[in-house]
T-cell receptor, first 112, second 114 residues
Framework: DAKTTQPNSMESNEEEPVHLPCNHS???????IHWYRQLPSQGPEYVIH???SNVNNRMASLAIAEDRKSSTLILHRATLRDAAVYYC?????????????FGKGTMLLVSP | DGGITQSPKYLFRKEGQNVTLSCEQN?????MYWYRQDPGQGLRLIYY???????QKGDIAEGYSVSREKKESFPLTVTSAQKNPTAFYLC?????????????FGEGSRLTVL
């Protein structure tokens, strides 16, 4: 799977929007962009995924650059419970099996 | 409620002892995975299984063994050959096959070797 680059940490205030960036300059046409988050001492949980178009769900929005070399996870109003490590992951959906590779992610700190 | 159950949550063992971590899922998923996480690091894949009675090595399989005798269960044994077994172990499951497959994770087992 192609590699992603994320900042080590970011800070936000409660109830403000948060934009978490991810660079993936070597992304291929068949790579989906997945985001997971991991709260302290828990297993990761799925947040959102996309291929080319921007995506919205109840947890977040995913904005994908036109050239697909970067993407941004948007939390519209951060809460204290959003403090977690956020992982940006690419996975090919070509036939055959591929697993998810989790890098170090971005640690999001949310202040009251 | 459907989900993944890992046990025990915390485990202490002496050096040189084998340890088995349990992972059970009731999501009817064919694929199951074991990851290891060290402090401040990402997750590294140990083993995965796409179907009963079949499994493949991940990136760091040395010193670990698994079995997949039932669809619901994928236990991981940390053997004495694993040189640095103290870590947070995470089990996950997903539907198998091509297409976007969301991973569902358990709450993890924290192993400390004294």
């Amino acid at each position: 799977d192609a590699k992603t680059t994320q900042p080590n940490s970011m800070e936000s205030n409660e109830e403000e929007p948060v934009h978490l960036p991810c660079n993936h300059s070597t992304i291929s046409g068949t790579d989906y962009i997945h985001w997971y988050r991991q709260l302290p001492s828990q297993g990761p949980e799925y947040v959102i995924h996309g291929l080319t178009s921007n995506v919205n769900n109840r947890m977040a929005s995913l904005a994908i650059a036109e050239d697909r070399k970067s993407s941004t996870l948007i939390l519209h109003r951060a809460t204290l419970r959003d403090a977690a490590v956020y992982y940006c992951i690419l996975r090919s959906e070509l036939p055959g099996y591929s697993t998810l590779t989790f890098g170090k992610g971005t640690m999001l700190l949310v202040s009251p | 409620d459907g989900g993944i159950t890992q046990s025990p949550k915390y485990l202490f063992r002496k050096e040189g002892q084998n340890v088995t971590l349990s992972c059970e899922q009731n999501l009817n998923h064919d694929a199951m995975y074991w990851y290891r996480q060290d402090p401040g690091q990402g997750l590294r894949l140990i083993y995965y299984s796409q179907i009963v009675n079949d499994f493949q090595k991940g990136d760091i399989a040395e010193g670990y063994s698994v079995s997949r005798e039932k669809k619901e269960s994928f236990p991981l044994t940390v053997t004495s050959a694993q040189k640095n077994p103290t870590a947070f172990y995470l089990c996950a499951s997903s539907i198998a096959g091509t297409g976007v497959r969301e991973l569902f994770f358990g709450e993890g087992s924290r192993l400390t070797v004294l």
